[in-house]
């Protein structure tokens, strides 16, 4: 038994996601049993109202509080607990104070972040301390970017079986996705959106596919990127960019310098939506294209952003409804090819809507994988990814536990 007093602390647990997560974790490890966590947050009223909500079960769930902006308060929280879960967002402005504290006691740390920059910027400053103190922060435990990152983990698995070498190439596609943003995750896209319109250097940033990857990491391989309607001969579909595609691809390139380029270091990697076949999927393109351009212009402006933040968008706290979560889906196709031409196709499948109800589940498995299947001998402190830190025990749980599935479609 450690000397903390709780192996998680959710901190954020009143956020839109932190509810859908406390009660997932609550389901699934009750309170005090294997597992020893409590919740925190700003606001010890809304934490209690959180608790009465969780019902009986949650009776013995201890509520922690402070503020993401308060050092002292941070410390005191991860003085008590192994490791910590923020979904308190955008990270860009409230997330720093609580990664500094983590990175200076060498308590273990993940969370929902997509926002690359502000990433980078951690690794930049903190990583030296993480690996001095033991602690480990492994960020994007959500939809951005467990399915892309455990996805080519899992193809990649298969290719070594199957033909002995790794693929040197992958593209991912959305075949279907059926779920709602909620007001986080547009709070956090307009907040990348804004940032990017008036700072040139951070456009660069953005734009450079191994921003996450180490210094040491040279690739002179020109990654393919979809950032227009295109036709893609592998599926005989028509695309559109995908909006996770910045992040995502990031944090596959880190994943492969981590593991020391097991995937090659010439690795190409990209992401796009199909939308389908002939003139239909070639007009569904176009339109996804120009709707996403068009809300990305309409968030860098101040006069229309205010409108869409005032009239359009859900509010911060807002999100997806029960029914909505229940009822969304997402099924990611990849096709990887390796250096000799053999190919092969897997896929992805999740069971609730991307954003909310699958990653409450897999944001959960990914922090339980944390505090109980990857000791600190393993995995030493440091800046990790998903599929680098926690491979096939997340891959398990996953499909176990968080309604995804993995498979293996073909291979020539
Ligand atoms: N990667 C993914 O797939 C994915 C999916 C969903 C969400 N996200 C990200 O996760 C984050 C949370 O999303 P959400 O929709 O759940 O957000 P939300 O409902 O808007 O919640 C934000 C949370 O931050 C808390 N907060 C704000 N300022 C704070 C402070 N100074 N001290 C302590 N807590 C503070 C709020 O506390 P109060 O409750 O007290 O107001 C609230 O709990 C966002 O950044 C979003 O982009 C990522």
Known sequence: MSQQSFDIVVFGATSFVGQILSRYLLETVGVDEEVRWAIAGRSEGKLLNLKTDLGMAAENLTILTADAGDEASLRALCEQTRVVISTVGPYALYGEPLVKVCTELGTDYCDLTGEVQWIRQMIETYEDQAKASGARIVHCCGFDSIPSDMGVYFLQQQAKQTFGSTCTQVKM????????????????????????????????????????????????????????????????????????AAINTRIVHRSNALQGATYGREFLYDEAMMTGKGMKGRLAAYGITAAMGGFLVASAVKPTRYVLERFVVPKPGEGPSDDAQKKGFYDLRFIGKTAKGQSIRTKVTGDMDPGYGSTGKMLGQAVLCLALDVSKTDKAGGFWTPSSIFGDHLLERLRAHSGLTFELQEQR
């Open 173 to 244: 596609r959305v075949r279907t996705a059926k779920g709602e943003f909620s007001g986080g995750t547009v709070a956090s896209l307009m907040n990348v959106a804004k940032e990017a319109a008036s700072n040139p250097a951070l456009r660069k940033e953005l734009a450079n596919p191994f921003s996450l990857c180490p210094p040491k990491h040279r690739s002179t391989a020109r990654q393919p990127n979809v950032k227009s309607a295109e036709f893609d001969p592998d599926f005989d579909v028509w695309l559109a960019p995908f909006v996770m």
